[in-house]
């Protein structure tokens, strides 16, 4: 196939477009040489055997999104392997690289949310295996049934001259055994009632692009002092399975996933157990909206992740209507969690103007390996209990704040002449022209810090934190639809910038006014 029948291809494929080579036929009785496309590498014989094909080409720039290489697998094979290499040319500096991921479906097929997704590890393995014992991490243990499979390459970015690909497909032979049951983790934990509970809800393991266990990833929370995690690795829910015996009492592990699509990343968080969501679709191709949808089916939030990210295809492009939550702070503080921050702030004006329904913001750390902090930053959380319903309550309503780590405590009120009162995320139902108090109280930041108080107007005042961590703010609802705090950390430069430092803590609003 030359390069001219395949963009023809891609093209006819759709919007996010498909490719399908030609068949790897396990099933026939032949003796064909064992490589190439379509070659036949002849059939099994007794428990143990092997048989193995290779399939090699050539992927042209501008090639679809997602190659399929179906995989023809006859009866009696206990496990399938797969490894591929791909070629990664030099390219000029500022210029992208060969870049190629991969997974695969098995016999149910490969349409859009298809029940034959078998799992997926992007650019992070080499080499996989599946049976129905066990599973390589990132992909899913069960039995390998006879029918069509397709291992999928995703060619991510493919340089001018092409990207030259070869994969590697190994059957064994045998009885399919068994596969263990899996151990799901509770959807609640003992907890201390109504109270604010801290979590981290994006994080990634060993089972996508991680590099810790999910042995070593609970520890670590522990040591941060959450309350609860969230599982989030990329297009694969692998890791539910594995998670039940590392919950406990002082540890709640919520199931999800960080859905990878091209056109920016969305956290499902607190997704049924052994759930799975796709990823293969861009905006363009007006799948979004189900998907959310499938995730709240589920029982889950939709949370786009680090909207202004800087790596590849990480920007969020699917708009905010049809979102739970959104992440505005992602890891150590950088300069696109400020774009992303004031964006989300934008949207609280215009939910104003509007009086209609307005989207919280959440912070995660998004570590993957050393040194990324668990818990840098962290949500912040009034729920009624340490529970997966509970918790998603609190994000939807914005009952949450954001901090940089356990050390940072907050309170954050706004009363009225006649005592009414309202606390983060509420309205304080007073006349426009009412005095509205606002009063902050934080501890466990540094002594110079810069606290902000931000309204639909903008930044209406600043100042360092005082000894007594408490700061006082007079205002109405004629001047304030909602008021919002922030504290930073000295600026690096000083304040020649004009931006504020780092931030160590960030509120949802106090909306004002009877609405």
Not at 181 to 210: F, I, K, M, Q
Not at 311 to 329: I, N, R, T
Not at 427 to 438: H, S
């Amino acid at each position: 196939m030359d390069r001219r029948d395949v963009l023809k291809l891609s093209a006819l494929a759709g919007a996010t477009g498909v490719l399908t080579l030609a068949p790897v036929n396990f099933a026939a009785a032949s003796s064909d040489a064992d490589s190439g496309p379509g070659a036949n590498p002849g059939p099994g014989s007794g428990a143990g055997s092997t048989r193995t094909v290779t399939v090699s080409g050539h992927l042209p720039t501008g090639v679809a999104d997602f190659v399929y290489l179906p995989v023809q697998v006859p009866r009696g094979v206990r496990e399938i392997a797969v490894s591929y290499t791909y070629d990664k040319p030099t390219v000029p500096a500022g210029s992208v690289g060969n870049a190629c991921d991969i997974g695969i479906f098995d016999q149910h097929g490969t349409d859009l949310g298809s029940r034959g997704f078998r799992g997926w590890s992007g650019g992070a393995r080499t080499e996989f295996a599946i049976s129905a014992e066990e599973a390589t991490p990132g992909y899913l243990a069960g039995p390998v049934e006879a029918g069509t499979w397709h291992v999928i390459l995703g060619p991510y970015t493919v340089v001018p001259t092409g990207l030259d690909y070869s994969v590697t497909v190994t059957l064994t032979y045998g009885e399919a055994g068994h596969t263990p049951a899996p151990h799901y983790p509770p959807e609640r934990a003992p907890g201390r009632g109504r109270a604010w509970y801290r979590g981290d809800c994006h994080l990634h393991t060993v089972h996508s692009d991680g590099k810790r266990t999910l042995e070593q990833l609970v520890a670590l929370a522990r040591a941060a002092k959450l309350d609860f995690i969230n599982s989030s690795d990329h297009n694969t829910s692998s890791a539910h399975a594995f998670l039940g015996p590392l919950a406990g009492d002082d540890l709640l592990v919520l199931t999800g996933e960080e859905v990878t699509t091209r056109n920016g990343h969305f956290l499902a968080i607190g997704t049924d157990p052994g759930v799975w969501f796709d990823w293969r679709y861009r905006a363009r191709d007006d799948a979004f909206d189900r998907f959310a949808r499938l995730i709240r089916r589920a029982g889950g939030l939709v949370v786009p992740a680090h909207p202004y990210g800087t790596s590849l295809a990480s920007q969020w492009k699917f708009g905010y209507d049809d979102v739970d939550a959104v992440e505005v702070w992602n890891g150590p503080w950088t300069p696109d969690d400020e774009v992303s921050l004031l964006t989300w702030d934008n949207l609280l004006t215009a939910s104003a103007k509007n009086g209609g329904r307005w989207v919280p913001a959440m912070g995660n750390s998004d570590a993957h390996r050393d040194p990324d902090v668990v818990g840098l930053p962290q949500t912040v959380i009034l729920a009624d209990g340490l529970d997966r319903a509970s918790l998603q309550a609190g994000i939807r309503a914005g009952r949450s704040w954001i901090a940089e780590s356990a050390a940072v405590q907050l309170a954050f009120t706004a009363s009225g002449p006649r005592g009414e009162h309202a606390g983060i995320g509420d309205r304080l139902r007073v006349a426009a022209d009412a005095a509205v108090t606002v009063r902050l109280e934080v501890s466990g930041v540094p002594v110079n810090s810069l606290v902000r108080l931000v309204t639909d107007e903008g930044q209406m005042h600043a100042e360092a934190l005082p000894a007594s961590g408490t700061v006082e703010y007079a205002t109405t609802a004629s001047l304030a639809a909602y008021i919002r705090a922030e504290v930073r950390h000295p600026a690096a430069d000083g304040g020649a910038s004009g931006l504020p430092g780092p931030a160590a803590a960030i509120t949802n609003p106090i909306w004002l006014g009877r609405a």
